[in-house]
């Protein structure tokens, strides 16, 4: 046990290892362990908050259930009393962090950044409470510093240590071009933790080299150092591959609850688990009866999915919402019944139409090619009908339902 959890009350101690289970939870690794026990246990004995940093470059405005995961681990801090420290890197968001890429990342305007933030501060309200956030842009100090800083913050840390990052060496070993502006990023990243004092940064574990820039750089600065808390990266709906908007396999927070529902009970069996651990409000408690009820063969995996899937639809759009989704869900995939609301658009095209172009002109599929796939895939419906024939013709009549894949439905009025 520690100095400082020897000085704590029995209370206290229980207090200490409360929070460290909740923090512990779904963490890939906590850098290092023993620091964050202490530093809990310092919040308590002087009855102040922790300081918990998650810096952002808003590169995309779209937020899905991937990037919540690191949110939700921010919001437990947070319902623990610790403020959020929430860097938007207006700065650094112009140079873009090289994480994970081939080539230099495209540097973003100020009006991008502006407009990408205004709509993360409006998603992340739906996760953590944005009014308790203390909310910073690193341009404040970035901005200020002059070449002779710049030039000292760059005598704090060696080229090889820079080189150590994996994108970096992957990069070198190809062949492929390396800016020199890129290797400023973790450095500005680390001053970041320098300059708010952070005791513990956030990020997922493809993080791991820039939040231990801010222990390195808090440490050459004299400051008590960081604690890293780096989070696993979730898979998406393909079991394969990270969540990601590009590869088409995500959920995002805005989408509406019966497509959200619907794409949540696609998510593979073994990942269930990780999903609840991850990305929803369930206790510890609560999240290992269902592990355990599912282990024993008293919860059937469908029933632990459709548990998680209006789980993640109440946290986003309320519990009214929630039992709307599982109950059409019910009704069109275990029933074959038509979904109770079905979205309504008002025909004013020709009244005879080939197949391809009503589903185009309706946005249900994106390109003509998509809808010949989707019929031959034998994935499109008129009126509960299956089609078969890509060139067939439709009479557009008053009420018309058409139906794209298992989610997708529209009722056409003249």
Do not use: C
């Amino acid at each position: 046990m520690s100095n400082l959890m020897e000085q704590l009350n029995p209370e206290q101690q229980t207090e200490v290892k409360r929070q460290m289970a909740i923090y512990s939870q779904g963490v890939k690794e906590i850098i290092p362990t023993e620091e964050l026990e202490n530093k809990i246990a310092r919040s308590l004995l002087e009855n102040k908050p922790l300081k918990i940093k998650l810096g952002l470059d808003p590169s995309a405005p779209d937020v899905h259930l991937g990037h919540t995961v690191v949110l939700n681990k921010m919001r437990q801090f947070q319902e623990n009393g610790h403020v959020i420290q929430l860097i938007i890197g207006d700065f650094t968001g112009k140079i873009g962090d090289p994480t994970g890429k081939s080539v230099a990342r495209k540097q973003l305007t100020d009006e991008e950044v502006k407009h990408n933030a205004k709509t993360y501060f409006e998603q992340f309200a739906k996760v953590i409470d944005m009014e308790k956030v203390e909310l910073h842009y690193n341009s404040k100090w970035l901005s200020k510093l002059n070449f002779e800083d710049v030039i000292k913050l760059a005598g704090k840390i060696t080229v090889a240590r820079l080189l150590e990052r994996d994108d970096f060496e992957e990069r070198i070993a190809v062949g492929k071009p390396i800016s020199l502006h890129e290797f400023f990023y973790p450095l500005m990243q680390g001053y970041d933790s320098v300059v708010l004092e952070s005791d513990i940064e956030l990020g997922g574990t493809d993080q791991h080299f820039n939040i231990l820039m801010g222990r390195h750089f808090q440490e050459k600065f004299g400051k008590e150092k960081q604690v890293a808390l780096l989070m696993p990266l979730l898979e998406g709906l393909d079991g394969v591959e990270k969540m990601s908007k590009s590869k088409k396999n995500y959920i995002g927070i805005d989408e509406l609850p019966q497509e959200m529902y619907g794409k949540a009970m696609s998510i593979p069996d073994e990942l269930m688990h990780k999903y609840f651990e991850l990305i929803t409000d369930l206790t510890l408690e609560q999240i290992q009866s269902v592990k355990s009820r599912m282990e024993t063969g008293e919860l059937h995996p469908r029933d632990a999915k459709m548990l998680l899937a209006k789980t993640i639809v109440r946290i986003y759009h309320g519990h009214e919402a929630a039992e709307t989704a599982q109950n059409d869900f019910i009704s069109v995939f275990q029933k074959g019944s038509l979904p109770d609301e079905i979205p309504v658009m008002q025909w004013q095209g020709e009244r005879e139409t080939s197949i391809i172009n009503l589903l185009v002109d309706l946005e249900m599929l994106s390109s003509k090619s998509e809808a010949r796939r989707m019929i031959a895939n034998r994935g499109v419906k008129v009126n509960g009908a299956q089609v078969d024939d890509s060139q067939l013709h439709v009479r557009i009549t008053d009420g018309l339902i058409l139906q794209v894949g298992k989610r997708k439905f529209v009722k056409l009025i003249l």
